[in-house]
């Protein structure tokens, strides 16, 4: 399987495609293509840059592009300004001018640093994303949200900033832990919930063959979920409205995050019991019916991942974390809530009595 | 004198306005139509907030807008990542949300750093720069650059950002220090030198009124180094050419200013010795002849403005600060030069022992 599928996002100027397919970091034209200069930086971390690293710096060897290499900590709680001080340092150092192409291999911590980096270095210099779990190929793939986290709040210092391509070898998933597979399966069940219930189903019927590795279906799965996310960002690429809708689960996913310390719950699971916790108060409104509930809890539970907060958060814990999401506006906390299997919105136009009797269920 | 005049710079959905007159800063309605949500916080330094800052709080107040003040220290060696930072921490403890609207009040320091701040923000917040120096006026407030230094290189953190309006009080320039103003005036010069012989006869005609303070010929002194700066901009917003004429002297002004520590000489000082030396490698490439060197040397001088560089710095010394510009791609030193008064060229076509030869010299 070479490249079995392009996605190309439309974004005018700043459009570039997405590559999706088994065994693609061997292929050096694919990358050298994208690469404008002479130089390039590849910024991994040290789970994945043993695995894959030497792959990178072979296919740059041979088009002989310069390169440099950084390995951060893996970890949510290494994607600080500091690590991006790291990155700047070392480009400074190593006298890389603006030409040159920074090159973010792993998953979304590594995609969000380096391309925040990429972002402000020289004012901007060219990024690629290779990245090698399934849950940064259908999040951090599209969209172009790079940033890192302040100890106050996650995401909040960061850029809008397009990659000159995406590289989503399906391959990667070979070394990923199961538990990270199904970290990433619950961002594209999202999808399914909040744009296409087609796609709910297909995942319904194919979540067993997700699981085991499939590489056909994976693939399927990634183009799926990078499609979906391309249209709602096309729409509206800075997040003035319909964008928030991705953020489904994540307003009390980031609470329980933030709670439970960062890298403690995976964002996956954490998105998974925010889910349900957005299905609840959405049905608390009678928007949606306990069916979706059923359905959406079975096909959670089948990936292995949890259906409910941590039991020792109290509702005080989560409306103080959720205080400081970046979607709020005026001081009023705004959820992405469903208004059927396939659609949702965002809104702050929810009975605040209701939302704590989600919280406290 | 009210508003004198407006300028739109048109960069299509991030055009914003520049308006130019003395004591815009006490007129509410101008600052508020470019407030869009309830907050803001005001940045300026420990020089200028003592003299203007009550003024834009009166006005926040009057209008009912929520204000935070930041006041960051006066001198380019805080415009740094750490001051970033700072203005950062200060919008999350003050919960500041992504509609808040930050405003540089200061010169150019004040302005990149509060600048680059509101870019990365949540990934962007509003801006509005309030410049008090003629420097900031007729530079930073065209064109959207923002930025902190390195120790390795001036600049080398930062992004393109546009403000929503630029309010460019000619009356702050009452408080201006007389090396400032004739700082600010360098860049000014150069903008004739670069695009607008005219604008150099006229400025010779005018010198001496300029220096006295004279407020209608200020307002239009920064008019028109605006729209030079406005047209040049627009044609190339993100610095892929034509922009980089706006350097004229900047490469080797920078080698200057991080030689001799920044702050040591002012910025518009080391830019205007830099002007003499890429006049000076100009005629020794015979693009243009020792009349324009009298003229500049003359005008430069009646500004009270350095013509040469410090007698101390050596050739190798600029070389060394010059390799780790910006403009650079491949090794090659670029470098703006002129190939007739009002007209400039981005080059790395240059003789390099003639180069050797002015610093030389």
Chains 1, 2 share one sequence.
């Not at 971390?45 to 002989?64: D, F, G, H, K, W």
């Not at 900590?73 to 603006?98: M, N």
Request: glycine residues 10%; charged residues 20%.
């Amino acid at each position: 399987m070479p490249i079995k599928h392009q996605l190309d996002v439309a974004l005018g100027e700043r459009s570039y495609p997405i590559y999706i397919g088994r065994d693609l970091l061997g292929q050096t034209q694919l990358i050298r293509q994208h690469i404008h200069g002479s130089s390039a930086l590849v910024v991994s971390n040290t789970t994945v840059a043993p695995l894959y690293l030497a792959r990178i710096q072979q296919s740059l060897a041979s088009c002989e592009i310069r390169h440099d290499e950084l390995i951060l900590e893996d970890g949510e709680q290494y994607k600080t300004l500091a690590a991006t001080e790291s990155i700047i340092d070392l480009l400074l150092r190593k006298r890389h001018d603006r030409r040159s192409t920074i090159i973010a291999l792993g998953g979304g911590v590594v995609g969000d640093v380096a391309g925040f980096a990429a972002s402000i270095y020289q004012r901007g210099v060219n990024f690629i994303q290779v990245p090698t779990t399934l849950l940064s190929q259908v999040d951090s793939s599209v969209g172009g949200k790079t940033g890192v986290n302040h100890p106050l709040g996650k995401n909040m210092i960061g850029a809008f900033y397009q990659p000159q391509c995406v590289i989503a070898d399906i391959g990667s998933f070979d070394t990923l832990p199961a538990r990270e597979l199904a970290a990433g399966l619950a961002e594209v069940i999202k999808y399914g919930l909040i744009y296409d219930a087609d796609f709910f189903g297909w995942l319904e019927q194919h979540i067993d063959g997700l699981l085991a590795g499939d590489s056909e279906l994976l693939a399927q799965a990634v183009l799926i979920s990078c499609q979906i996310k391309a249209r709602v960002v096309e729409q509206d690429e800075r997040e003035s409205g319909l964008r928030a809708i991705l953020n489904l689960g994540h307003t009390f996913g980031h609470a329980i995050e933030a709670v439970m310390g960062y890298g403690n719950w995976l964002h996956g699971e954490a998105v998974a019991a925010g889910m349900m916790m957005a299905i609840d108060l959405s049905i608390r409104h009678g928007w949606i019916d306990e069916q979706l509930r059923a359905r959406s809890s079975a096909l959670l539970q089948r990936a292995a991942l949890p259906t409910a907060p941590p039991v020792e958060m109290t509702p005080q814990q989560f409306l103080e974390a959720m205080a400081i999401d970046k979607k709020n506006v005026g001081g009023r906390i705004k959820l992405v809530l469903l208004r059927e299997l396939g659609s949702a919105c965002i809104t702050d136009e929810y009975d605040h009595d209701k939302l704590l009797q989600t919280l406290a269920a």
